[in-house]
């Protein structure tokens, strides 16, 4: 594929050959004429671990830098990096690659790219390798991607891909790799709907970058063919490349796995806490972990184990490695929690800090399964590591990367994370235990089985397996599990991008509705023309009615023609063409005045300004870590669900409502700006898209602001000129809708008014009630209560006493067979025959059977301690005379029945049993 892509007159001019890998097959340049394989694992094991091919070596930090600044120096603009949550997208959670940053609409080439040539350092989070973390000495959940990009149309070009090979090839001679060792393998690149020829960069069996060219799109009537889909040449072809930061300091540094090359001060920190003796220059160790790597790092997730094990003590007894089985097993063991959790730690100290919440849900999902992980790990080392201890040290070594100032927001939730972790296991293990004791000695769990144990009850499968043992059930556990887990959380770009399954407008051809409602927000009333009828619906040349859209519901009104008007129920949107829902159909070419029900419209309009002002506040008071999850906009009320780590308490709310009427009072401009997407995102940054990502280059922004800004949004709401319009905004309640969202309902104008005034009706109603004044409710409410409750003891004091009344009145019972029998029918509630039947039978010889007046038949059967007889046994022979039934102890039985007929026949019957049996 893309064969002829490949013959660049940079290979030709600078003497590289083209040659077929001996071991897979691919074709690849090099410009040493005797390489036999594409360099990449497994074709090659890595040569580089304590021989590295460059004469200097250089952390991640001067790395970055000593990337950036050769891109710099060639012209290429440097950005800062995006976060690792893409709020900037809706199509997947977290950023995999450092093209994300320009997806969809750069690449799409609908919005000019913010510099071109570009250079950036992206951190990245990739979750399909998790389980995979610390055992193969080169995975990672977090890294960071160094990607030059360019951007070039036909009559723009930057650069493509002479230039490209010829800066990485300068690149990494730069930074003192023998440039002999240096393979670029052909590797036809296919992804999100795109697609183009690509070389990887390959040294010494390791992947330091891939080269994209990205130049064709997918597009069912294209004619290039790649793998069975059809591709159309892109306007815009995008240089895409991708060099690995921790890779390339790997190669240079050679060390045995790229965690003690990446994070070697946090290692050191968790080998000391362990007292673990970690000894990389000792030779033989440093050649123990080398062959290790080589094997677990360059083959299949499936290889791993005694297998694995059995590999390595071969390799090592081959170069006279000396060393115990059992204590190789024990060192990787321990190594590979310490390697994770360097790993987590990282990843974790980057999603707190760009934002990320805990929930079930979407990336709080993902962050919640990263935490857990990193707790089991600390928990497997036994010793006194903690989990925010290592974040901490993470966010100061990585405080290039990881905002300081986060520290304190990062351990908050953390805390409640750890907490919420050991409660959830307490519980889980109980609810788990329970479900294993059902089933069957000798059977295993199915995978799924092991899902649900984690979702539903958070225990992970090592537990499960832990617990299983007890039950002599059997539990297999994927090796790829957390990467399963992962995968249904998080959304692929892959099936969401290219063709959108748009549902085409039955009144597509119309032009689009021209929307009054933004060019003059104030006006009620307008005048238009039907250019679109059937029964019950029109479409206006324009139109003032506001269509349902971005949580706010659809203004109501009314349509009104010569000779007749026209309720409006309900208008939507499809493409552009507003569609008004009426009762009725009017003719088109007919003129049409309209009417919007204007006390609605207002309603709406304060409470959508009033969520954009409540937003702005729950951030200043919770935390910028806080995203709109949803909202809902309504005539009474609306309402707002923001991600958060706990419950909001009181004050913060009181603190939210307070800030809120603060902006109200300041009479801020409330502004509409029509901007282009990179402008908006350059000025307000990605909290724009709190209600979503717009798909349009041109984006409506509604911007409170004074001179600081306060809050900016991509909204295309209806919303007030100025704060003040907003009127009083209350909050009413608040909710937690699920773990890590919560719910703030509240109201603006009158609607406040009107909530303000039901609330003191009701107060005013208790005080009447209580015949006191409101300020004196309280402790009125206070003693009335207090009283209550002393009342409820002395009855039940009174209700003691009556008892032993009431027994003394029944004894003496009937002589038979030697017990005293006493039998009733007694005028009394269940509790106090109980307590009265209990009473009788406090003393030896005796048997006690009552039944209660009226139409429920309750029953009280009660013997002497040492009397050998089962009451609830006896108790439910006899209530079946009143249709019923009962349980309780040996000693004293209750129930009864709905037949009071058989009331008598009951106990008689009671009584012949009891005789029986003695
Ligand atoms: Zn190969
Ligand atoms: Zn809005």
Redesign the pocket.
Known sequence: MFEEEYRLDYFKDNGFVRKE?M????YFWTLDEEMK??Q?AP??EFDFIGDPPADRSLDVDEMREFFIDFFADRGHTPLDRYPVVARWRDDVLLVHASIYDFQPHVTSGQVPPPANPLVVSQPCIRLPDVDEVGRTGKHQTAFEMLGHHSFNREDDLVYWKEETVEYCHEFLKDLGIDEELIAY?EHPWIGGGNAGPSLEVNVQGLEVSTLVFMNLEKDIGGEIDLDGERYIPLDLNVVDTGYGLERLTWVTEGSPTIYDSVYPDMIGYIIEMLGFDHPLDDEDYFTMLREYTNLAGTSDKDYRDEKLLDDLMDKLSDQNVDMERQWVTEKLSTLRSIYTLADHSYTIALMLSDGIVPSNVEEGYLVRMMIRRALRQVERLEKDLSLKCLVEKQMDIHSSIIEKGKKSLVFEILDEEVEKYYKTVEKGKRMVKRELQDMGSGESLSTDKLIDFYDTHGIHPTIVKELSEEFDIKVNIPADFNAMLAEMHEKSSEDTVVESDKVISEWEGLPETDPLYYHNPNARTFDSVVIGSKEGEVILDRTLFYPEGGGQPADHGVLITEDSSYPVNHVRKEDGIIIHEIEGEIEEGEPVKGKVDWDRRIALTRHHSATHIIMSAAREVLGDHVWQKGAKKDVDSARLDLSHFRRISRKEIKDIERIANQRVLEDIPVKKEELTRDEAEKRFGFKLYQGGVPESDIIRVVHISDVEDYDAQACGGTHVNSTSEVGPIKVLSTQRIQDGVERLTYSAGMATVEHVQHQEDLLKETASKFNVDLEDLPDTAERFFTEWKQRGKEIEKLKKYRSIAMAEELLPGEESNGLEIVMDVVDMGSKEMLATAERISSEEGRVVLLASEGDNVDLVFSRSDELDLNMVEILNESAKEVHGGGGGSPKTAQGGGSNPEGRKKALEKAKELVLKRI
């Not at 071991?23 to 691919?26: D, H, L, P, Q």
Request: proline fraction near 0%; glycine fraction near 10%; charged fraction near 25%.
């Open positions: 890998c071991e897979c097959g691919s394989t594409c990449d074709c090659t393998k």
